[in-house]
């Protein structure tokens, strides 16, 4: 299933500054719905409703979003199956 992709590691639920080559994301702010221990969230059927900055990944955002760190697992995705059109972004852990 397309959700079973995602490994779970939260960082997109951060703040992120997206610069032409850096995805910097500051650990000091989380999206107020996330539980930071377990890096779940903690509305997720109802995210979307509930964060309207957050959003649910297609493979269209695997493909094209500048905006998740490259070590998201749909990023790899698209990587593996040669589907990625943007340029790879070194990721900046700011705390
Ligand atoms: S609503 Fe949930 S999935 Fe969306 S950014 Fe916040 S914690 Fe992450
Ligand atoms: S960055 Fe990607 S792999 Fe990590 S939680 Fe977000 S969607 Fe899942």
Redesign the pocket.
């Known amino acids: 299933m397309w959700d079973d992709i995602c490994i779970g590691c ?1 960082l ?2 951060y703040e992120r500054t997206v610069s032409e080559d850096h995805v910097i994301i500051d650990l000091s702010s989380p ?1 107020r ?2 539980d930071e221990e377990t890096k779940r ?1 903690t ?2 059927k109802d ?1 979307t409703r ?2 309207k900055s ?1 959003s649910r990944l297609t493979p269209l955002h695997a493909m094209f979003s500048s905006c998740l760190p490259p070590s998201c697992a749909y990023i790899r995705w698209a990587e593996d199956h040669h589907i990625r059109f943007r340029k790879g972004k070194e990721m900046v852990l700011e705390s």
């Open positions: 939260a997109c639920c999206c719905f996330l969230c509305v997720y995210r509930l964060n957050c």
